[in-house]
């Protein structure tokens, strides 16, 4: 069964210091995989996306996630935090098999501490 | 362009009553989904359009939650009978295209709570 985990729910960093926060995904063929924010009382923004090609993905907002097969992982990067990037970041799998709906991790929340 | 609209944004109502959620996707965008998120957890599937019929129904959680898209735009979720345990976000999402994996467009959602 496809599933994503995201092992970090809250996660702060400093303005200015770089960001990682890590997804791990179980799909049985090539997934789909996806970044999404969420800001208070906002939907979700999709930051970048991986369906094929450069495993490394540029995104919007200074983002980028590199997959890695061989992990089952997607993790998000930012070499500096903007004290703006704090929100509800979720990352998602999808599954063409099963209707293409998302599969989507709990979620990592990241404050920024000036 | 206009991006993907709900509403309500809030619904506040009693255990018991019928409530009625709506969902206006992208314009073009031929793919409907509804997701559910409780506090604390990702967005979990209900239900997925693929124009006017429901080609995916497996995540609605009992049948008190039906949904509709007659004319392949608009969509309406249904929830009859609610529950203290339906307090929610209901979130929707389009895509352009169903047949295939497709980004998601997000609408903001609608915060749902049963008293």
């Known amino acids: 069964a496809q599933s994503v985990t995201q092992p970090d729910i809250h996660i702060t960093v400093s303005e200015g210091a770089s960001l990682e926060l890590r997804c791990n995904y179980s799909?049985?063929?090539?997934?789909?995989l996806f970044w999404y924010v969420q800001s208070p009382g906002q939907g979700l923004q999709l930051l970048l996306k991986?369906?094929?090609?450069?495993?490394l993905v540029q995104g919007i907002k200074g983002f980028e996630a590199e997959f890695k097969r061989s992990q089952s992982s997607f993790n998000l990067r930012k070499p500096s935090v903007h004290w703006s990037d704090a929100a509800e970041y979720f990352c998602?799998?999808?599954?063409?098999?099963?209707?293409?709906?998302?599969?989507f991790g709990t979620g990592t929340s990241l404050t920024v501490i000036p | 362009g206009a991006g993907v609209s709900q509403t309500p944004s809030n619904k506040v109502t009693e255990k018991g009553k019928y409530v009625e959620l709506r969902c206006d996707p992208i314009?073009?965008?031929?793919?409907l989904y509804w997701y559910r998120q409780s506090l604390g957890q990702g967005p979990e599937f209900l239900i997925y359009?693929?124009?006017?019929?429901?080609?995916?129904d497996s995540g609605l959680p009992n049948d008190r939650f039906f949904a509709v898209r007659p004319e392949g735009s608009v969509s309406t979720l249904k929830i009859q009978r609610t529950e203290r345990g339906d307090s929610a976000v209901y979130l929707c999402?389009?895509?352009?295209?169903?047949?295939?994996?497709?980004?998601?467009?997000f609408g903001p959602g609608t915060r749902l709570t049963v008293l």
């Open positions: 999402a389009s895509s352009k295209t169903g047949r295939r994996i497709d980004t998601q467009y």
């Open positions: 799909y049985g063929a090539t997934p789909y």
């Open positions: 991986y369906f094929s090609g450069d495993t």
């Open positions: 998602a799998v999808g599954a063409q098999n099963t209707g293409n709906q998302f599969y």
């Open positions: 314009s073009g965008h031929t793919a």
């Open positions: 359009f693929q124009g006017t019929g429901a080609a995916d």
